[in-house]
């Protein structure tokens, strides 16, 4: 059986808490919608543009299609952690 401790070991985690900076990249989005997408490790969909809703919840954050082409690459590899949450890799709106 794996342990907590193993995983911790392995880098399987939360990212580090980063709000402000993903609300300069989308000025919509919520501390509860951030902590929502954080726990689900899909912070990507900040970067992506998607249209986010928290069940049971009036926060939301709204779809931005401006950033769904030129962040195709953050949508790629949406299932690497080291990829989406390098600011780099991103491509912002002016």
Known sequence: MITIEEKIKAGVG???YNFELFHRFN???TKEVYNYLRGNKSEWKIIC???VRVLYSNHFLEAISELVIPNKDVYTNRY???YYLNP???SWMN
Do not use: F, I, K, T
């Open 14 to 16: 939360l990212a580090p």
């Open 88 to 90: 780099e890799n991103w």
């Open 80 to 82: 690497s952690a080291e």
């Open 27 to 29: 000025p919509s989005l």
């Open 49 to 51: 543009g998607h249209e």
